[in-house]
């Protein structure tokens, strides 16, 4: 197996506009949200599943800029101690891992 970076290929999209990793027994996620102000943007979690919505709309250009992205964690997360920042157009989310936490699911048998 090529290296463990198993957080952020899990969450692989294809797309660049975030970055997920695991370090210190939590998950941090940043997500590039330029031009956007933090009343702006929405961050929930429900269930293990961060849900992250921004929407702006420019008057002067007519324009309406959305964002809307969706992530499920493979381990579980102490929703009570999620915390968000954002700062320079980078939303950071913290989502620490619960104690003795593993990744859900089971192990499958590989025939050959």
């Given at each position: 197996m090529r290296g463990l970076d198993l957080p952020s290929r899990l969450f692989e999209t294809g797309s660049d506009d975030y970055e997920l990793y695991e370090e210190d027994d939590?998950?941090?996620?940043?997500v590039?949200?330029?031009g956007f102000d933090v009343g702006d943007i929405d961050v929930s979690w429900d269930?293990?599943?961060l849900n992250i919505a921004a929407e702006r709309e420019d008057e002067q250009r007519g324009e309406r800029r959305t964002y809307h992205r969706r992530f499920r964690f493979p381990k579980r997360v102490d929703d009570e101690r999620i915390a968000a920042n954002y700062t320079n157009g980078i939303l950071e989310v913290r989502l620490p891992v619960e104690t003795g936490a593993t990744a859900r699911g089971k192990q499958i048998e590989i025939e050959g």
């Open positions: 939590e998950f941090v996620l940043n590039e949200l330029p269930d293990g599943m």
